[in-house]
């Protein structure tokens, strides 16, 4: 796997500085003008079904001026795409916001048949997926209350649970599998399926199930071979002189001997949520994109994240001595990639946005 620069996405806003490339347009869209095998390692938490709206949309056409009726209003639970008043259409490209199910696994799975392209044949791609449960009638959006962690600025809009075609209400929906699924018929190899255990997730009201306080974390592969190294996240063994303890630890014949012993960490990984006031509080912790990234991409290889976000992916592909491309819709959030990436940098001012 050598070096290599992908080829620059056209009609999409980019920054650009040092190690660092955001793009700012539909991931499936600028995967698709990039070039092949160009990423050695993928890692990527996309927008969960039916949780949440990025108020990625805008009214396209009509009359201007209008001001477009409350009836018309996109965020009500029956979803007009138009305004009754001037025929404006609603435009928004976000993923999770599909009217169904199978909608969102489709589009997750056009998705990433782009990215398999894009990704080096002995590459890796780390899928952080979360589930939600039926509901009935449509999906309505709940108003931000004084107290809310999604309130400010950004307005992101949280989404009562609609109901699922072929589901009774309360059914959890799987979605993490049904993806996980979807993209080995396309031909993904699934390696693993972690689990993210977090430590310190929120208190739920539900009283007729059990809590909900963990994620999935999928591995999958383009072939068979590809690059691991599981030394690099090895969990450090409290008497590594131990040579009982070394059989199980990786310093016995056929290791290094001159590494660090330490065990595999397993397919349970327990880590704390980490919410960050400058962006979505869906962001994940640091700790998930450094294992996957120690242990997935080559040395000074190149890490996409086509869901990129406030870009923590990013952060921790900087960290670890890897170059890093980043696709997000919202351009707020591109801003806010920018912001927390400049920080890693050693640069004194930022990259200039280029428009191609």
Known sequence: MTGRQPKVPDAHSTWSSGPVTLYTGDARDVLANMSDASVDCIVTSPPYWGLRSYDTGQWCGGRSGCGHTAASDP????QPRSCPACGATWVDGQYGQEA???EYVDHLVGVFDQARRVLHPQGTLWLNLGDSYAGTGGRNARPHGPNSIIRGSYQRRQWSPGAVSGLTAKNLVGIPWRVALALQTQGWILRNAAVWAKTNAQPSPVRDRLTTTYEMVFLFTRGQRYFFDLDAIRIPVKY????RRRSATGSTRGHDPSRTPGKNPGDVWAFPTRPLREAHFAAYPIEIPLRCIASG???????LDPFSGAATTGIAALQLGRQYIGIDLSAKYARIAEHRLHGHLNRPEPGTAAHA
């Open 75 to 78: 965020t009500t639970a029956a």
């Open 100 to 102: 169904t199910v199978s």
């Open 240 to 243: 590594p002189h131990d040579r």
């Open 297 to 303: 991409c080559r040395p000074g290889g190149t890490v």
